[in-house]
């Protein structure tokens, strides 16, 4: 049910970003990139959920190459603002899969102020792995408040509220396609 026309969504108003057709090059390209970086290194993708599910499931299905996926849950988000706090809602102590030594990709749905990148990469770092990386969907770079530097990018977007393909707003709007933004004129 998707329009090139503004949505409602609860109590704000949405008008499309990015396009399906736009998300799926992309992300097609990105597990490419990712394929090639990583080849013979069987990678464990570490997916953040509810987020990153769809992103996850497009990304891998690109990547042709050997590798592991695992999911761990964090939030930072209430509604439509950050938090600034990362909640742990079902992390890295329930992995079955051993760390160390490990090539480790974050599968994330939006990196903006970076509250929740920070505590998980500390917190991976902890386990000794071979190397951390982060592919993230979108990008927000005049959010961030922390040193880090996603390495696989889909969009760099300005620094407004989005939701669709996985992001939601209080648990909507998650099954679009594409990317939509708040539409700030209401």
Request: charge should be negative; aromatic fraction near 10%.
């Amino acid at each position: 049910m998707e329009s090139s026309t503004r949505l409602l969504i609860q109590d704000k108003y949405f008008v499309p970003y990015l396009s399906e057709q736009q998300m799926r090059q992309r992300v097609q390209e990105l597990g490419k990139q990712i394929a090639t970086d990583y080849a013979d290194k069987k990678p464990l993708l570490l997916c953040i959920l509810n987020g990153s599910f769809i992103f996850a499931a497009d990304l891998v299905r690109s990547m042709d190459t050997v590798c592991q996926v695992s999911f761990l849950k964090y939030s930072s988000y209430i509604k439509d603002k950050s938090s600034n706090q990362a909640k742990d809602l079902l992390g890295i102590q329930g992995l079955n899969e051993n760390l160390k030594d490990r090539h480790l990709i974050v599968v994330e749905d939006i990196v903006d102020t970076g509250t929740t990148m920070d505590k998980l990469l500390k917190e991976l770092d902890s386990h000794k792995p071979a190397s951390i990386e982060i592919a993230t969907c979108l990008f927000k770079p005049s959010a961030l408040k922390f040193n880090i530097s996603p390495k696989y990018v889909a969009f760099s977007i300005p620094n407004h509220f989005v939701i669709g393909y996985g992001l939601d707003y209080d648990n909507y709007g998650r099954h679009l396609s594409g990317i939509y933004i708040c539409d700030e004129d209401e």
